[in-house]
């Protein structure tokens, strides 16, 4: 009857479950990973083409004015070309499942649109938008160096009339 009974079996019982239960986890963990990993994944991908839209639509939208304007040799123009070939460069299909030697760095790239983009706002006079990848403005505190253009844009446009007053003399002050 002891030569039936095998000990060898007892002693790696807990081992033998320990092993089980890592492997039948490990690969449930995956599997919910995969599922988490592309579900995250089309969100940081939509918020991130969110924002290039935003700057694709702005540079667009100012090429369609200098253009009818004829200012193609304007330096905003120069800036409105770089910034639609930078975006023009970012991938629109997954790198990792292109060519995966390529070393395309998505984070460099977008960082340069970004900062075409503030060249872009300061050499139109307009306050830039600051949107980010998640997808809603910046809660940074205002930039003075911004404010200080911005103010001295005003200042600037305050000393320009408009239009002509004929008569200045007979300009009465508005009553509401």
Not at 72 to 84: F, P, S
Request: charged share 25%; proline share 4%; aromatic share 10%.
């Amino acid at each position: 009857m002891a030569a039936d009974f095998d000990l060898e079996s007892l002693v790696d019982l807990e081992q033998t479950f320990y092993d089980s239960g890592y492997e039948d986890g490990f690969a449930h963990g995956r599997i919910h990973g995969l599922i988490e990993g592309r579900a995250l994944g089309r969100e940081k991908g939509f918020e991130m083409w969110e924002e290039l839209a935003f700057y694709e639509g702005f540079a667009l939208t100012w090429k369609a004015i200098y253009t009818s304007q004829g200012r193609d040799d304007d330096r905003a123009a120069h800036h409105i070309r770089h910034l639609l070939d930078l975006i023009s460069q970012f991938p629109r299909v997954n790198p990792s499942a292109a060519d995966a030697s390529s070393e395309l760095d998505i984070l460099k790239l977008s960082r340069q649109i970004q900062s075409r983009y503030r060249a872009l706002c300061s050499t139109l006079g307009v306050k830039p938008g600051n949107i980010r990848a998640s997808g809603t403005p910046d809660a940074e505190a205002p930039d003075p160096d911004v404010d200080a253009d911005l103010s001295r844009l005003q200042s600037r446009q305050a000393a320009q009339p408009v239009w002509k007053l004929d008569d200045a003399a007979h300009v009465q002050a508005m009553t509401f």
